[in-house]
């Protein structure tokens, strides 16, 4: 943020809204995951970026808002900000969870599963879109199915 005026950092003051302070902070945290996920080798990177989202209109990627764009850093967590949880909301979902879940319930702690398995699970636990929140129910789908095609499996916590 500072660039080249690092000298001036201890004088500066910065005012501004709630809001976009928000999104200094999530456009931080997705640089610096980038920066650890790229590494000490740029030339050896072994990340792939992915980018689902509502409006994206990538002719325009020069006025596009970061904050709006967002991105998963990577090893962090994501979690939904407002997932449904009234009973009438999500009785049908729970029903079905209950089912999908009920061979997972011996004595052992971890899971290895398909990416699909995850999928299911995600979309019986459907939550509120929150502007600034990086969870987006259709973007988390999306992102394990990229994981998946890519051969990766997931490990479940019981």
Known sequence: MYGYRQELKNVTRLFLPEHILKDFRAIHEADEGIRQAIGDDPKNIKIKPVWVGRKLKPTRSNVLNP????????????????????????????EKLNKLLARYQDNNEYYEVDIDVLIKILSHTRSNPVRGCKWEDKRVKQVLKQLKAQGKRSRFQN
Do not use: M, N, Q
């Open 67 to 94: 904050a709006e764009i967002d991105a998963f850093a990577p090893g962090s967590h994501i979690f939904p900000a407002a997932p449904l949880y009234k009973a009438s909301d999500v009785r049908e979902d729970t």
